[in-house]
């Protein structure tokens, strides 16, 4: 009888044994830690498509680019890793490709490509081109151009073509070019592009 009772006080303090041991190992993280959850990605599930339409560019004027984008809410907009804005138009932007960007107001951002194509010049501008490169540049062009006008820069003429015609046609206060008049039919080219406009694309 004795001998009984000393083997279940025995398993008695083993299994008290045994059940401390176990809970100071889950109280220290022992056999059972526990992991946090990972962060919620603010971005998974959504699709954001950005696309974007761009005017012709000309010498003097860039294009008109506006960005469009759908998938989220609240969107500022972006173009060449530039700032972020809240505008979704941008302006004077030059010909070749461009990267925009929308981001929405968790952060997500999704880019496109866009291209902005220069208009093909006028043939009343090219005529022109080509008669100020054979009678002008001589003297106007580059950094010491006479009167710093320098008329290889294309938007340079548009710009200035009340001037050129009034020195090229009616030699107001003098004719130009230096040395003589322009002819008739070279006084034509330039009289008739003014009168059409003047642009690039005349």
């Known amino acids: 009888m004795k001998t009984n009772q000393t083997k279940l006080f025995i398993n008695a303090v083993a299994v008290l044994f045994l059940i401390t041991l176990f809970f100071n190992a889950c109280s220290k993280g022992g056999t059972t830690p526990t992991t946090p959850p990972p962060p919620v990605d603010p971005c998974m599930g959504k699709t954001i498509t950005v696309s974007g339409t761009a005017t012709v560019s000309d010498p003097c004027n860039g294009a008109k680019v506006s960005v469009t984008a759908t998938g989220s809410t609240n969107f500022t907009y972006s173009i060449d890793n530039g700032s972020f804005n809240i505008s979704s138009d941008f302006s004077n932007v030059s010909a070749g490709d461009h990267t925009i960007s929308a981001k929405d107001e968790a952060g997500c951002i999704q880019s496109a490509k866009v291209t902005v194509t220069q208009i093909a010049a006028g043939p009343l501008f090219s005529s022109v081109k ?3 490169q054979a009678q002008c540049l001589s003297c106007h062009s580059g950094a010491g151009a006479s009167a710093g006008k320098d008329w290889s820069n294309d938007c340079l003429v548009i ?27 070279d006084m034509k080219i330039i009289t008739d592009w003014v009168n059409a406009g003047g642009r690039y694309s005349d």
């Open 130 to 132: 080509t008669l100020i």
């Open 159 to 185: 710009v200035n073509r009340a001037l050129i015609k009034q020195r090229t046609v009616d030699g107001t206060p003098t004719f130009m070019p230096q040395g003589g008049k322009l002819s008739v039919a």
